[in-house]
């Protein structure tokens, strides 16, 4: 019986089971850690230390792996995909073109 698919990477988009969000686990796909921020379903970029949990500690690098207790897998990691430099510049641009 295969396993259900509980949540995406957020590197490659590779589906991911309850057993692939260990502290040391990595994707199949494309070998980046899966138990990451990035991976939350708290992550946020807009929001406070880019994660709408309260009570979490801040965590300075949202693609290394985390022991975050309010870790939770996602299922739509490419929330967190418009954060990029360039997509930001561009954003700030478009804000004062007239």
């Not at 089971?17 to 921020?37: F, I, Q, S």
């Not at 991976?39 to 500690?57: F, G, K, Q, V």
Request: glycine share 8%; proline share 8%.
């Amino acid at each position: 019986m295969r396993e259900t698919i509980q949540g995406k990477c957020w590197n490659c988009g590779a589906g991911l089971g309850a057993h692939d969000y260990g502290r040391e686990t990595n994707c199949l796909g494309c070998a980046k850690p899966t138990r990451v921020c990035r991976n939350c379903r708290w992550y946020d970029p807009a929001a406070t230390d880019r994660c709408r949990e309260p009570t979490a500690e801040p965590v300075m690098h949202k693609e290394r792996p985390t022991y975050c207790e309010h870790f939770e897998p996602t299922d739509d990691p490419a929330r967190g995909a418009g954060d990029a430099p360039d997509a930001l510049r561009q954003a700030a641009e478009d804000l004062f073109r007239s």
